[in-house]
């Protein structure tokens, strides 16, 4: 009965190195949302995944982010050239489908901090 | 674009009592879904309670209960019996019934005091 699994649970790495942020939903969830979380702050919507469709890209911030999935399961949050203003929590979501009451089950973050 | 405001950045309460918490949003449809979350100190977002903006009556779990005012676009959280376990961040959030993503107002922080 796992929930939605993130790693690693914090990292930090040096301005201008790429890093890479993944997250395993609940198994049976067709649906993967990403999220970011700055410092005392709500959270910001960044892509979404839904079956094999064609993401949702709407939030990314800039070309230096970007995301997969792979066969429908996990997810990849793929960060490049590291700025300062990326430090944040990236919270990745799931649910069981696309319909918008169901609930999304989040996962417990990773912490990124850029030195 | 839809905006979610929660007007009320810290709030205490004290064990055993009964605290309301704020939170309106701006929105031209006329169906779309409200959630309330709460995030402890873990990180992890947990689902308190949902209404769908087409039923009139007030959602309610437990101990935790909305009054949703679709008029006047507010839809504020009741936590009775306050536990200690309840101190955390609240955040309010929106979904569209024609978008993918949740609107979440900036949160609440609410403190219990045993």
């Known amino acids: 009965g796992a929930g939605v699994s993130q790693s690693p649970s914090n990292k930090v790495t040096e301005k201008g190195k790429d890093v890479e942020l993944r997250c395993d939903p609940i198994s049976g969830h067709t649906a993967l949302y990403w999220y970011r979380q700055s410092l005392g702050q709500g959270l910001e919507f960044l892509i979404y995944f839904q079956g094999n469709s064609a993401p949702d890209k709407s939030g990314l911030p800039s070309d230096r982010f970007s995301a997969e999935r792979t066969g429908g399961s996990v997810s990849t949050l793929t960060i490049q050239r590291t700025q300062q203003e990326d430090s944040a929590v990236y919270l990745c979501a799931s649910s069981t489908g696309a319909a918008q009451y169901q609930p999304q089950h989040f996962g417990d973050g990773t912490r990124l901090s850029i030195l | 674009a839809q905006t979610v405001t929660q007007s009320q950045p810290e709030m205490s309460v004290q064990e055993a009592e009964t605290v309301t918490l704020s939170c309106t949003y701006d929105t031209s449809e006329s169906d779309y879904y409200l959630f309330w979350y709460k995030q402890p100190p873990s990180r992890q977002m947990i689902l308190v309670i949902r209404?769908?903006?087409?039923?009139?009556q007030n959602a309610t779990e437990n101990r935790f209960s909305v009054n949703f005012q679709k008029a006047a676009k507010s839809f504020s959280l009741k936590i009775s019996d306050s536990q200690l376990g309840d101190a955390a961040m609240y955040f309010c959030?929106?979904?569209?019934?024609?978008?993918?993503?949740?609107?979440f107002g900036a949160g609440t922080i609410l403190r219990v005091k045993s």
């Open positions: 209404q769908e903006a087409y039923k009139q």
């Open positions: 959030a929106y979904r569209s019934v024609y978008g993918n993503k949740l609107v």
